[in-house]
């Protein structure tokens, strides 16, 4: 798959513009993907004027990307499109709950990479915001999700105006396995990450970061116990007002 | 990106075995795909036993492909191996939550689609299974998933033996928004929707299941509410198993 093997998330763009037609394109061909039942569960939501994205910008932490980016596309879970779909057709829809949601989001997440893929074959380049899990209320107030649809993925898109390095990656032997899970052991855990936590801007990340070991960068500063679990309620506030009723309680009627 | 447009679910596979090289291979390329801090949330349990295929048929309602596949892989949320880690570096991981668990869920299906754009151009069949979703407690029995690892996608993987028909896919004016969402009207679900509808094997597929709409095929047979409400609470329980507590508690101590 051309470039795949040199890819790197790209965060500054030239000015030269993303064509409709391009993106258009790309859009259609990335929905080839598989999809539950083939009802494709996800939407797109294109962002290209700049008071959106100066909107979407505090929803994901200021990351610059977001006001610089031609382009920003929101995707979407959504199970609202069916829903709607089967309420004309005398249908009875029941998608208001967690099972429905994990569809949707997974239909929404293979079609995000597809397009991902997409876009590197044409050397456009991209970053994937992981931050849309974290404030997802304000993504839906502002680009005015309705109920039965979720965004789960954001991808600033642009022609690149930067190449930075490339990001390692642990072997495979770190994540495969046969037959069943074996778990790890001390040992193996200096087998798999060793040479990871060797490499000169790891060290250096450690430093700047005034930590002793590069897990604790991740455990103690990026992603911490205390952020987690009060982003993990909000998700969870946000999954309930969309409609995803997410614990067993029985959900609303269609 | 070749043979996407042609594109397929392939449920029979030729006696041709999958070379362990190849499969190695593109394993290892798919995981040139962004993750979120380079932290590859991720597991593969690759299955080529007959005995584990023969364990794991019921737990994808014996769906023929997983006896039949010469290679069946089984991509899994994985917070443990980070969580290992991080102990065996003096950090203090906090990944027992939902906002990891779908962390870890996206990295692990963004991962699981490059995977199946990278077969898709070796030729490889694969059919994906969203059962993977219905019963997951029974595939981390057999799997023996530890905590905070959850299984989110099957692929059956062989080369392949039958060329089905492709299958529609409703227009990008459909699922692509602008700027903000515009909701669905009867006139645009129509729009959308009576091209789908009119196909001769949706036709086929309403009168065969008894129904008067295509739609009613979706919600009254094969993804009902009945369904859908007890899978969930299968779903949320199979999560707090693994570790990944689905509600605003707080979690156990790492």
Request: aromatic letters at 8%; charged letters at 25%.
């Amino acid at each position: 798959m051309k470039n795949l093997l040199t890819r790197r998330s790209i965060r500054r763009y030239s000015d030269r513009p993303v064509a409709d037609e391009l993106l258009e394109r790309l859009l259609a061909e990335a929905s080839r993907t598989q999809t539950m039942g083939n009802l494709q569960l996800y939407s797109v939501v294109v962002t290209r004027s700049a008071e959106m994205k100066e909107m979407l910008s505090p929803a994901h932490f200021n990351q610059p990307m977001v006001r610089e980016a031609p382009v920003v596309l929101t995707i979407c879970a959504d199970f609202n499109r069916t829903t709607q779909w089967a309420l004309n057709r005398k249908g009875h829809p029941g998608y208001d709950n967690m099972l429905s949601f994990m569809n949707a989001a997974t239909d929404a997440l293979l079609y995000t990479q597809t397009l991902c893929n997409l876009m590197d074959e044409e050397g456009l380049g991209y970053c994937y915001l992981g931050t849309t899990l974290y404030q997802p209320g304000q993504i839906i107030d502002i680009l005015q999700l309705p109920r039965l649809t979720f965004p789960v993925a954001t991808l600033t898109v642009g022609w690149p105006d930067e190449c930075p390095p490339m990001s390692d990656r642990l072997s495979t032997d770190s994540f495969i396995h046969h037959e069943t899970y074996r778990d790890y052991t001390p040992e193996s855990i200096d087998a798999f990450y060793t040479a990871k936590e060797q490499l000169a801007e790891n060290c250096e990340f450690v430093k700047v970061n005034g930590k002793e070991t590069l897990a604790q960068v991740f455990t103690d500063i990026r992603y911490t116990r205390a952020d987690n679990e009060s982003i993990s309620a909000q998700l969870l506030q946000a999954l309930r007002r969309q409609g995803f009723e997410p614990s067993t309680s029985i959900g609303d009627e269609e």
